[in-house]
C-alpha cells in the first residue's frame, strides 16, 4: 500500500461550519459506513494541512537548532523542553484559557443547586416570586451544564490535537536524526531503542497535553471552592480543605517516584525490545542452532525485571486512583466532623452545597492534577531520553561532492582514521592512492584487513583523523551485505530513478538477472517482503549491483560483490558490468576473487590497515610478489595455488571489451534527469473485524489470575460500591436531623437527639473508612491482576512467536512483529489497567448514583430508563465505528516501524545516493496515514462525548423543573441528594459510557497479543520418540524423491531428489545463485516440511523432534549474529554492537564459523560459510576442517570450486533439479558436464591447477 497523496479524501472538517464543528456532525457519514461494514484505510479522510508530518517536524526542527546553538554560544547543554515551548506555548495557552472557563462554569453549578434545596426548605405555595426565582436558578442550572459540556470538549478535542501535533514532530525529528547517525552513534544506539522512542516515549506528549494544565487550575479552583464554602458554612470547611491540600501534597511526591520509576521502566523495556529485534533478524540461525529455549528463557527474565518495575509504578497508580475514589468523601466527612465539633449547625441546603462543591473539585483537583503531575514526571524523564538520542553525532560531511564538470577523481592522500576514538591502534593507516575516470583500482587483503572501511572512507562514513579524501562526482555503492527494501524488484533497482526500458534491460543483462526474473511469478513487479522471501543471497547482490548501475553515477564503490554467486555469474559480472558498461567510470574494487586482478589499472593491498604494496598487475609480477603470500598469516604454508605468472587466457568478450571503447549507456542521465518518488511497498496487516469477544476479556484477565481472585475482586468491587452509596444514603438522614435542629425542631440538649447524632456519626465514620480501604483494596487488586496478565500473554506471545516456522517471519516486517512487543504490549503494561479500573469505578458508581436516586425519589426512574436506552444504543453504534479506527491506528502504526527498520539496516547505501531526503518524505508519508487513524480516533471519542453530555444537560433539565413542579410532595433533604447526584451523575454518566468504549478500543491491543499467542506452530521440539543419545554415530544421509517448497502454496524449489551421502565423507555443492543450494540444507533442518524421505542413520528425520534433530548437526549459515571474537581491541571479551555491526563481514562469518566448529557433531554443514573470507583465509579454514572433521560427514555449499575441488563427489544443482552427482575428476573429464563449463569459466590457468587437483586427490584416494 502506497503512502495516500493528499488529494484522496480531503477532510469534510476543513468546510465544515460552525454548528457541524461544534457538534461533530460531520462525521456522520463515517459512522454511517462503520454501521454497515468493516472500514478500510480507504475510507479515512486526509490528514488536515496543518498537521501533516513534514511541516510539523520542520517547525519543531527549526526551533531545536535554533536552541543548539543558543547553546554551543553559551556552553550549555541544549534543552529540547525549551524548543518544544517554544513552538506551542501560544496555541497550548488560548485553549488553557478555555478550561478555565470550563471549570468555572462547574463551580457556579452547586450555587444554583443550594439556591433550589432552600426554595424547597422553605416552601411557601403562595410565594409565587420564590416560585419563579426557583425556576430561574433550575434555568440556569441547566444552561451551565450545557455550556460546561461544549466548553469541556472544544478544550479536549484542541488539546489532544496539539499532542498529536507534537508527537508527530518529535518522531520526525527522531527519524530525520536516524538517517543522519555517525557510525560510532550506531554502536551506541540499537534499532529496538529508536523503536521505543517511537512508540513509547512520544506517547508521553498524547498523555502529557491533556492535563498540563490543571498544574494551575486545580489549585486555583481549591482556592476559589475554599472562598465559597467559607461563606456557606464558616470555618469548618478549612478541615476538608486540609486534608485536599495534604493529597495534593502527597500525590506531587509520587510524582517524583513516578520519575525515577519510568526511567528505569524505558531502560528495561530499550534491553527486551533490542534482544527481541536480534531474535527476529537472526530467527534462522537460532532455529538452526536450537537456540530458541535459551532466548525465551533471556526475554523472560527480561521481561520479568521490567514487570517488577512497572507494577511498583502501578501501585502508586492504583493509590492515586483510590484517593480519587474516596476523596470527595473523605473531605466532606472531615468538614461535618468538625462543623460538629465545632457546635456549628447548618441546613440541609447548606449540606448539599458543601457535597456538590467537592464533588465539583473532585475532577479537577483529585483526578487531573496528580494525574498532571505524573505525566509531567514521566514526560520530562521521554524529554530526556530523546534529547540524549537528538544530541548523539551526526554524519559530517567531510568533503563536498562537487558536480562533475568531466573532472571527477577520487584522490586519497596519508588517510588515518579508526572507528573506535578510543582504539590505540588506528583502522587505516597512512593509505594514499589516486583513481581517474576509466580506471579500476582493486583492494585486497585478508579479513580484516580494513578493506571494507577504506569504501567508508571514501563515502565520508569513516571521518579522517589525519589526511584529506577528496572525491569529484557522484557516488553508487554496493554494501558487503545487499540491502533491498520492501516493495517490487524494479523499484529496488530503480531506487527513485525514472523508467528507461532499454537502459533498464540493458543493466539487468549485465547484472545476469534475466533468468532469475523469469523464474519470479510476476517477474521483476514482484514484491519482495523486508527479508526478501522469494530471493538468495546471490540475487540480493545482483538486485543491489544493478540498483547502482542504473543510477549511472559516476564513481563505483563495490564491496565484494561477487562472494555471494558461483563462478559463471561472477565471470558474467565482472566482464558485462565492471568490464563493459562501468568501463569509463571511476570503479573501487573490493574481491576476493584474485583472477581479475590481471585486469586491474592498479591494485592496492591491505594488511592490517596499512597499504603493503600499491602498483599495476605487471609490476607485482615484475618485484616478484606473488600476491597469494600477501594473505599469509603467520607461517602458515598452504596447498600450491595458481601462480599468476602462469599466462592464462580469458574469454575473447573481455579481450575486446578491453580494447574497444565501452558501449555507452543510452546517453548517460544527467544529474537533473527526472527522479520519481521511491516506491516502497508495506502492506497493512491483516486486521480482525466485529467486537472483541468475551473470550479475549476472559483470557485477558484468567492470564495469571485463577477464578477465586476473580471472584475475590468482584466482591471487593461490590462492596466498595455498596459503602459508598450507603455514605450518599446516610448523608440525607443527617441532613435532615442537621436541618430541624437548624429549624428548632429538635433541641441539641435532648439525650435522645445527642443519641440519634452520635448514631448517625459513627455508622458514617464507618462507612467512609471502609469506603476508603475497600478502593485502595479494589485499586491495587486490578493493576496486580492486569499486570501479571500482561506478562503472562507476552510470555505466551514470545513462545509462539519462536515455534513458528521460519515463513512466519518472512511474511510479517520485523516493524510489524516488534509493534506487537513495544506499543501493544505498552499498552497492556501503562493504560489498559488504569482505564479498565477507571471504568469499573464509573460503572458501579454510576449504578450507585441511580439506585440511590430512584430510592430517594421513585419518579426519577422514569427519565433514568431511556437515558440508560439511548446511551447503550449510542454506545454501541459508536464503537461499530471506533472499534475498526482503532484497529487501523494499530496496523497503520506497524507501518512506521517498519520503515524505520528497513531504513536503519540500508542507512550507508541510502546515505550512498544521497535518499534521505526521499525516506524522510516517505517517513512523513507513513506518519500521517497513522494521523489520519489517530485524529478520526480522536474526533470519533469527541462525538460520542458530545452527544452524551447534551442529553445529560437534558437529563439534568428534566429532574431540576421536575423537583419544582412535584415539590409539594417532596422532602428537602431528598431534593439536595437527588439533584446533586444528578450533576455528578452527568459528567460520571458519559465518562463511564466513553471509558467503556476506551476499553473495548484498548482491548484491541490484547487481541493482537493474543492473536500471536496462536500461530501456526512448526512441528514438536521433541517427541516421544527419541533419538539414542549417540545418535548419529556414522552420519550417513539419504535422500529418496525429495521435494521441497518454502511455502505450502508455493512453487517447489527442489524437485526429485536423490542422493546417498556415506560417513565419514566430504560433499560439495554447487549450483549458480538461486539453484537451489541452501534449501537442500533447509529441507535437512526441516525449516519447512519436506516431501518424500530424508534419513539420517536409518532414522527418518520426521518422526523425531525438531530439536533433536537440529541439535545433530552443526551449521556455519550465511547470516550472522551476535558474538563475541578474538583480534579486537579487547580479544575474547570485546562488546559486539546490535547485529555485530563493528565487525566486518568476513570476520562476523569467522565467528559463526568458529560457533559450529565447537558443537563437534558428526554432520557439519558448510553454507557458503567463507564467501566474504579471502581465499587464503579459505584454504587455511578448508584445511583445518578436513583434519578436524576427517571421521565426520561434511556437506559444503560454496561458490568457491576450489573450496570443494577435493570432495569425495560433488552435487550440481540447477533451478531445484540435481543434474550431475559424482566424483569430481569424473565431472571435469567430460567436458559437456556442467560442472567442467564451470571450472573453465574460471580462466584457463584456474581450470588447469583445479582439475589436476581433483585427478590427484582420485588418485590419491584409490
Known amino acids: 500500500m502506497l503512502p495516500v497523496s493528499p488529494e484522496v479524501k480531503t477532510n ?147 488539546i489532544q490535537r496539539v499532542g498529536m501535533r507534537l508527537r508527530v514532530a518529535v518522531c520526525h525529528m527522531i527519524y530525520r536524526k536516524a538517517l543522519r547517525l555517525s557510525s560510532s552513534s550506531r554502536g551506541k544506539t540499537t534499532t529496538g531503542q529508536i523503536v521505543n522512542l517511537l512508540s513509547n516515549d512520544v506517547n508521553r506528549f498524547d498523555q502529557v497535553t491533556t492535563f498540563l494544565h490543571y498544574l494551575w487550575l486545580g489549585p486555583l479552583q481549591a482556592i476559589t471552592v475554599t472562598a465559597l464554602l467559607w461563606m456557606e458554612i464558616g470555618m469548618s470547611c478549612l478541615a476538608g480543605m486540609a486534608v485536599a491540600i495534604i493529597l495534593l501534597l502527597l500525590q506531587s511526591c509520587i510524582g517524583k517516584l513516578f520519575s525515577s520509576l519510568w526511567s528505569k521502566i524505558t531502560a528495561l523495556t530499550d534491553d527486551r525490545i533490542r534482544t527481541m529485534s536480534e531474535v527476529i533478524t537472526g530467527i534462522r540461525t537460532i532455529k538452526t542452532n536450537v537456540w530458541e529455549k535459551s532466548f525465551i528463557d533471556l526475554i523472560t527474565s527480561l521481561r520479568r525485571k521490567e514487570i517488577s518495575t512497572i507494577l511498583r509504578s502501578s501501585y502508586l497508580r492504583g493509590m492515586n486512583l483510590a484517593s480519587f475514589f474516596a476523596m470527595s468523601k473523605i473531605m466532606i466527612f472531615v468538614t461535618f466532623i468538625s462543623n460538629v465539633v465545632l457546635d456549628n449547625l447548618i441546613t440541609g441546603s447548606q449540606a448539599f452545597v458543601v457535597v456538590t462543591l467537592f464533588e465539583a473539585l473532585r475532577c479537577s483537583s483529585t483526578l487531573y492534577f496528580p494525574m498532571a503531575v505524573e505525566k509531567v514526571s514521566e514526560t520530562v524523564v521521554s524529554i530526556q531520553r530523546i534529547k540524549n538520542f537528538l544530541l548523539l553525532d551526526e554524519i559530517s560531511q567531510c568533503y563536498l561532492l562537487l558536480p562533475s564538470d568531466g573532472k571527477t577523481i577520487v584522490d586519497v592522500q596519508a588517510f588515518t582514521a579508526s572507528w573506535e576514538k578510543v582504539s590505540k591502534t588506528p583502522t587505516l593507516q597512512g593509505l594514499s592512492f589516486t583513481v581517474r575516470p576509466g580506471e579500476l583500482l582493486a583492494v585486497v587483503g585478508h579479513v580484516g584487513a580494513g578493506k571494507s572501511s577504506l569504501l567508508s572512507a571514501v563515502l565520508g562514513e569513516l571521518p579522517p583523523s589525519q589526511g584529506t579524501v577528496s572525491v569529484h562526482g557522484r557516488i553508487a555503492y554496493v554494501s558487503q551485505q545487499p540491502w533491498v527494501f520492501p516493495g517490487t524488484v524494479r523499484s529496488n533497482i530503480l531506487f527513485g530513478k525514472k523508467y528507461e526500458k532499454e537502459r533498464y534491460e540493458e543493466v539487468i543483462k549485465a547484472c545476469a538477472l534475466e533468468e532469475d526474473l523469469q523464474l519470479l511469478e510476476e517477474e521483476d513487479l514482484t514484491e519482495i517482503a523486508e527479508r526478501g522471501t522469494p530471493l538468495s543471497e546471490g540475487q540480493k547482490a545482483r538486485v543491489s549491483l544493478a540498483r547502482a548501475v542504473y543510477q549511472d553515477a559516476d564513481i563505483y564503490l563495490l564491496d565484494d560483490p561477487f562472494s555471494a554467486v558461483d563462478a559463471i555469474v561472477s565471470r558474467h559480472l565482472f566482464e558485462r558490468c565492471i568490464c563493459q558498461v562501468l568501463k569509463e567510470k571511476i570503479t573501487i574494487l573490493v574481491t576476493h576473487q584474485l583472477q581479475y586482478l590481471k585486469y586491474a589499472s592498479q591494485i592496492l593491498t591491505l594488511k592490517d590497515g596499512i597499504t603493503v604494496k600499491r602498483g599495476t598487475y605487471s609490476e607485482f609480477l615484475k618485484s616478484g610478489i606473488d600476491i597469494f603470500s600477501l594473505f599469509e598469516k603467520g607461517n602458515e604454508q598452504s596447498e600450491p595455488s595458481a601462480v599468476p605468472g602462469t599466462p592464462s587466457v580469458i574469454s575473447e568478450s573481455l579481450v575486446q571489451s578491453l580494447q574497444s571503447p565501452r558501449p555507452s549507456l543510452k546517453d548517460t542521465a544527467q544529474e537533473d534527469q527526472e527522479t520519481e518518488n521511491i516506491q516502497v511497498t508495506l ?193 454501541r453504534y459508536f464503537l461499530e465505528t471506533s472499534r475498526d479506527i482503532k484497529r487501523l491506528e494499530c496496523t497503520t502504526r506497524s507501518l512506521v516501524f517498519s520503515h524505520l ?362
Open 683 to 875: 502492506p497493512l496487516e491483516d486486521h480482525l473485524e466485529g467486537k472483541v469477544g468475551f473470550k479475549t476479556y476472559k483470557n485477558y484477565f484468567t492470564g495469571r489470575a485463577d477464578w477465586s481472585v476473580i471472584i475475590f475482586l468482584i466482591l471487593v468491587n461490590i462492596a466498595a460500591q455498596v459503602t459508598y452509596a450507603l455514605q450518599d444514603w446516610w448523608l440525607a438522614f443527617w441532613a435532615k436531623v442537621q436541618n430541624e435542629l437548624y429549624f428548632g425542631v429538635y433541641v441539641k440538649e435532648d439525650e435522645d437527639v445527642v443519641f440519634i447524632l452520635n448514631w448517625y456519626l459513627g455508622v458514617y465514620s464507618g462507612l467512609t473508612v471502609s469506603t476508603v480501604l475497600l478502593g485502595i483494596t479494589r485499586s491495587l487488586l486490578i493493576f496486580y491482576i492486569l499486570a501479571n496478565s500482561s506478562q503472562a500473554l507476552h510470555n505466551k506471545m514470545l513462545e509462539s512467536i519462536l515455534r513458528a516456522p521460519v515463513l512466519f517471519f518472512h511474511k510479517n516486517p520485523i516493524g510489524r512483529i516488534l509493534n506487537r512487543f513495544s506499543k501493544d504490549i505498552g499498552h497492556m503494561d501503562d493504560l489498559l489497567p488504569l482505564i479498565f479500573l477507571d471504568f469499573i469505578q464509573t460503572f458501579l458508581l454510576v449504578i450507585g448514583v441511580v439506585v440511590v436516586m430512584v430510592a430517594a425519589i421513585p419518579w426519577t426512574a422514569i427519565p433514568v430508563i431511556p437515558l440508560g436506552i439511548i446511551f447503550f444504543v449510542l454506545r
Open 12 to 158: 469534510p472538517l476543513q468546510k465544515a461550519n460552525f454548528c457541524s464543528r461544534l457538534f461533530v456532525w460531520w462525521l456522520n457519514p463515517l459512522f454511517k459506513i462503520g454501521h454497515k461494514r468493516k472500514l478500510e484505510p480507504d475510507d479515512m479522510y486526509s490528514v488536515l494541512p496543518e498537521d501533516r508530518s513534514q511541516c510539523l517536524g520542520e517547525e519543531l526542527q527549526g526551533y531545536w537548532d535554533q536552541e543548539v546553538e543558543r547553546a554551543q554560544k553559551d556552553a550549555q547543554q541544549p534543552s529540547l523542553m525549551k524548543a518544544i515551548i517554544k513552538c506551542y506555548w501560544k496555541s497550548y495557552l488560548i485553549w488553557g484559557l478555555f478550561t478555565f472557563l470550563e471549570e468555572g462554569t462547574r463551580v457556579v453549578q452547586p450555587i444554583f443547586l443550594g439556591k433550589m434545596v432552600s426554595y424547597v426548605e422553605n416552601y411557601d405555595p403562595t410565594d409565587s416570586a420564590a416560585l419563579h426565582e426557583a425556576y430561574a436558578y433550575a434555568a440556569g442550572l441547566s444552561a451551565s451544564v450545557l455550556v460546561w459540556a461544549v466548553l469541556h470538549h472544544l478544550y479536549f478535542y484542541h
Open 901 to 1262: 527498520a528497513s531504513s536503519l539496516r540500508g542507512l550507508w547505501t541510502i546515505r550512498a545516493y544521497k535518499a534521505e531526503q526521499k525516506f524522510q518524505e516517505l517517513f512523513d508519508a507513513y506518519q500521517d496515514l497513522h494521523s489520519e487513524a489517530w485524529f478520526l480516533l480522536l474526533m470519533t471519542s469527541r462525538w460520542l462525548a458530545v452527544y452524551l453530555d447534551v442529553i445529560c444537560a437534558i437529563f439534568v433539565t428534566v429532574i431540576a423543573f421536575g423537583a419544582l413542579i412535584l415539590v409539594e410532595t417532596l422532602d428537602a433533604g431528598h431534593v439536595g441528594l437527588v439533584l446533586s447526584l444528578t450533576i455528578t451523575l452527568t459528567s460520571m454518566f458519559q465518562w463511564c459510557v466513553r471509558q467503556s468504549a476506551e476499553v473495548d478500543n484498548m482491548m484491541i491491543s490484547v487481541e493482537r497479543v493474543i492473536e500471536y499467542t496462536d500461530l501456526v506452530k512448526e512441528a514438536p521440539w521433541e517427541l516421544e520418540y527419541r533419538p539414542p543419545p549417540s545418535w548419529p554415530n556414522k552420519g550417513v544421509i539419504s535422500f529418496n524423491d525429495v521435494n521441497f517448497r518454502h511455502k505450502s502454496d508455493g512453487p517447489l524449489v527442489l524437485r526429485n531428489m536423490y542422493a546417498d551421502i556415506y560417513s565419514g565423507r566430504k560433499y560439495g555443492i554447487v549450483g549458480r545463485t538461486g539453484a537451489g543450494k541452501s534449501s537442500l540444507i533447509a529441507a535437512l533442518f526441516r525449516l519447512s516440511e519436506p516431501e518424500g524421505d530424508i534419513c539420517i542413520d536409518d532414522i527418518l528425520t520426521v518422526r523425531i523432534g525438531l530439536h533433536d534433530l537440529r541439535k545433530k548437526m552443526s551449521v556455519a549459515l550465511q547470516v550472522q549474529l551476535k558474538e563475541s571474537i578474538e583480534g579486537l581491541p579487547a580479544k575474547m571479551n570485546t562488546e559486539l554492537a546490535e547485529s555485530g555491526l563493528n565487525l566486518s563481514v568476513g570476520q562476523k562469518q569467522l565467528v559463526c564459523l568458529a560457533r559450529a566448529i565447537l558443537r563437534k557433531n558428526q554432520i557439519l554443514i558448510i553454507d557458503k560459510a567463507t564467501s566474504y573470507v579471502d581465499p587464503r583465509t579459505d584454504e587455511l579454514i578448508q584445511k583445518k576442517i578436513r583434519e578436524r572433521f576427517a571421521q565426520c560427514t561434511v556437506l559444503t555449499i560454496a561458490h568457491r570450486l576450489s573450496t570443494i575441488i577435493d570432495c569425495k563427489r560433488i552435487m550440481v544443482l540447477d533451478s531445484g533439479t540435481q543434474i550431475e552427482y559424482k566424483r569430481p575428476y569424473y565431472l571435469l573429464k567430460n567436458s559437456n558436464s556442467l560442472f567442467y563449463k564451470m571450472v573453465q569459466q574460471l580462466g584457463e590457468a584456474e581450470a588447469a591447477v583445479l582439475t589436476e587437483r581433483a585427478k590427484q586427490v582420485y588418485f590419491k584416494r584409490k
